[in-house]
């Protein structure tokens, strides 16, 4: 017989095997965990970056242990923004590193398009640019990545939501005030979950869920709500994690004629990479943010 027990402190439960199926069994093995959403038990802020030769022993150190395991055998992560409050594409870009490092698949969620007209008209050319939005998410549509357009208000996109839930262990990701709560409730209004007041976030990074919950779809299904992982870290990761999370970038990659080409300082001639930004196959934004990661993991 096997069950789902939830051991502190990985949320989205280990897998185990009892005894009998007895109502009250004994856990006779922890089963290998399928996925797990995990970070370094440090921020950088922590390290002493100072010193770079520190720097570099810790962060062998944090890679090979000292991880903090947050959840355990989750299928997805859903990526929660909205137009309030709002987000550069940097942040959509490292939480999409950071969840294919884990290997779990991703969902882009655009929530509170019940207000899309009012927050667009207060933007400037390049705020439209460099935040997430309708139109900048076009770009990760053509990507392949499911884009979804919701408002817990009108009920926009919820439907579709529920049919990408369907039997499978997901987690908001996404920061305080954007809705994850509310889509929460939307889904599942038993669930009850607290709902915070737009002052409750704005200015002051108050927290109305201080921890994780998971909660059981009827259709089939967990859904967990976890403020606690709205800072992704990225740092940690290996150059070839970062990488990958980029998929048109690491697609571009296999035409360099340097397994180990930086994509900076080599020619176009030998850099597949920079061909396929010269080309426009590669978003201006996207190397931009690749190249900002890249350098925090080499840094
Ligand atoms: N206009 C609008 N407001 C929303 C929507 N979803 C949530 N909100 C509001 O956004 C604020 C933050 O919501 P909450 O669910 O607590 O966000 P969380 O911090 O991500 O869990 C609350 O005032 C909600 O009423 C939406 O679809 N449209
Ligand atoms: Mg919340
Ligand atoms: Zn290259």
Request: hydrophobic fraction near 40%; charged fraction near 20%.
């Amino acid at each position: 017989m096997s069950l789902q027990v939830v051991f502190a402190p990985a949320l989205g439960g280990d897998m185990t095997t009892s005894e009998r199926s007895f109502a009250r069994g004994v856990v006779s093995k922890r089963l290998e965990r399928t996925t797990v959403l995990d970070r370094p038990s440090k921020s950088i802020s922590e390290l002493n970056v100072n010193d770079l030769q520190t720097v570099g022993a810790e962060k062998v150190l944090e890679r090979t242990g000292s991880r903090k395991v947050l959840c355990a055998n989750l299928d997805q992560v859903v990526l929660v923004f909205a137009s309030s409050p709002p987000s550069p594409l940097l942040q959509l870009d490292k939480y999409l590193v950071a969840s294919s490092a884990c290997k779990l698949s991703q969902i882009i969620l655009f929530n509170k398009c019940d207000m899309l007209e009012d927050d667009d008209a207060n933007l400037n050319a390049q705020e439209r640019n460099q935040l997430v939005s309708a139109e900048t998410l076009k770009v990760y549509q053509r990507l392949g990545y499911p884009v979804i357009m919701t408002s817990t208000r009108t009920g926009q996109g919820l439907e579709e939501l529920k049919s990408l839930l369907h039997n499978k262990t997901s987690i908001l990701v996404g920061q305080s005030g954007v809705g994850k709560s509310s889509l929460l409730n939307a889904l599942l209004p038993q669930a009850n979950a607290r709902v915070g007041a737009l002052s409750e976030w704005s200015g002051l990074g108050a927290h109305t869920t201080s921890h994780a919950e998971l909660h059981f779809l009827p259709s089939g299904g967990n859904l967990i709500d976890c403020a606690g992982f709205r800072d992704f870290a990225t740092w940690h990761l290996t150059l070839e994690e970062v990488q990958q999370g980029f998929r048109e970038i690491s697609q571009a990659a296999l035409d360099c004629k340097f397994r180990d080409c930086s994509h900076i300082s080599e020619p176009a001639e030998v850099c597949g990479v920079k061909r396929a930004l010269e080309e426009g196959k590669i978003e201006t934004s996207r190397m931009m943010n690749f190249r900002y990661i890249m350098n925090e993991v080499t840094a």
